[in-house]
């Protein structure tokens, strides 16, 4: 199960196509709320999740993650230079990966069904 946390409805529509054509069940939140409130009723074993959102902080949503179901493994995306220099690591436990909202969706999709798999067997 994979949570797509994104303000941009648009971007969020072709990750959500890419993973559900490898087979993933996909929920999508635009804000911080609407990811706590699916992080509350689901277990998810991937989250890919935009480091800027319009609504809410992307931080609190990982760290929340990271206390609510600790073995998501969260797929840092941003448009911004923002933790470039790979520091997003030491700041959310949860993170697996950081990549450019430019990352081609089916690259993407395939880290999020990796993740998802390694969490599996985990």
Known sequence: ?????????ELALLWQRHLERLGRQVWVASSDD?????????TFKVIIL???????????VSDYASYRQPDAQVIF?????FFSDGSIFA???N???F?????????????????GQASVRA
């Open 95 to 97: 993170a697996c990966a």
């Open 50 to 60: 935009d480091l800027v959102l319009d609504q809410g902080s992307a931080l609190s």
């Open 34 to 42: 609407e990811a706590f409130e699916l992080l509350r009723e689901i």
């Open 91 to 93: 700041h959310c436990a």
């Open 1 to 9: 199960m994979v949570l797509i946390v994104e303000s941009n409805s």
């Open 99 to 115: 990549v450019t909202s430019a990352t081609a969706p089916a690259d993407l999709a395939a880290m999020a069904d990796h993740y």
């Open 77 to 81: 995306v941003t448009n911004t230079n």
